[in-house]
Nanobody
Framework: QVQVVESGGGLVQPGGSLRLSCLASGSIFSISVMGWYRQTPAKRRELVARITSAGNTDYADSVKGRFTISRDNAKNTVYLQMNSLKPEDTADYYC???????????????WGQGTLVTVSS
């Protein structure tokens, strides 16, 4: 009914940059909050950044000043620009999207499959 697909992960050196993209598709009437989470075997899945439909943003303290979340409402896409990457940023990054479904107007909380970011020399 609704699909969310992340892309843009990969291997980068410390201090490098990556931009993650998340595309939502399917029976979408509208999208509310869009966010990025990350997870490692040693840590819980944690919020990295989120953005409301109005453009309000929220960031984890560990990424403030380095990461920027943005969205293109016309394309149902959210981005995460990651700069000054650190080894501690290594994780699987997941996109989360709040969707109002066409027709029924039901609300769905949808997760992507994840994309791996590895920060290493």
């Amino acid at each position: 009914q609704v699909q969310v697909v992340e892309s843009g992960g990969g291997l980068v050196q410390p201090g490098g940059s990556l931009r993650l993209s998340c595309l939502a598709s399917g029976s979408i009437f509208s999208i509310s909050v869009m966010g990025w989470y990350r997870q490692t075997p040693a840590k819980r899945r944690e919020l990295v950044a989120r953005i409301t439909s109005a453009g309000n943003t929220d960031y984890a303290d560990s990424v403030k000043g380095r990461f920027t979340i943005s969205r293109d409402n016309a394309k149902n896409t959210v981005y995460l620009q990651m700069n000054s990457l650190k080894p501690e940023d290594t994780a699987d990054y997941y996109c989360n999207v709040g969707v109002i479904v066409t027709g029924s107007r039901n609300f769905l909380d949808v997760w992507g499959q994840g994309t791996l970011v590895t920060v290493s020399s």
